[in-house]
């Protein structure tokens, strides 16, 4: 079962941005559609935003103003670019595909 490595999470003030970069040990054109994910501390995971293989996107109505997703097949890389960050975004981030395990994920964190 394939895994992606999630990277570029931190440390960010609130209104920063940061790149989420999730890479795949495969072609990602072999996914139908790859989602982002989040859980925040005490909390359950949510759901994100995901891409399609014909490049749809959808993203979360509560992040859909601030968050974009995109993917670079050439890179067998999945973004999630987050703009005009909120302490309430603060989570830890995963993607992940239907038939994909879920990873370590990436720390994202911020300070108000």
């Known amino acids: 079962q394939v895994q992606f490595v999630e990277s570029g999470g931190g440390l960010v003030q609130a209104g920063g941005s940061l790149r989420l970069s999730c890479a795949a040990s495969r072609s990602i054109l072999s996914f139908n559609s790859i989602d982002w994910y989040r859980q925040a501390p005490g909390k359950e995971r949510e759901w994100v935003a995901l891409?399609?293989?014909?490049?749809?996107?959808f993203v979360a109505d509560s992040v859909k103003a601030r968050f974009t997703i995109s993917r670079d097949n050439a890179k067998n890389t999945v973004y999630l670019q987050m703009d005009r960050l909120e302490p309430e975004d603060t989570a830890v981030y995963y993607c992940?595909?239907?038939?994909?395990?879920w990873g370590q994920g990436t720390q994202v964190t911020v300070s108000s």
């Open positions: 891409i399609r293989l014909d490049d749809t996107t």
């Open positions: 992940k595909a239907a038939d994909s395990s």
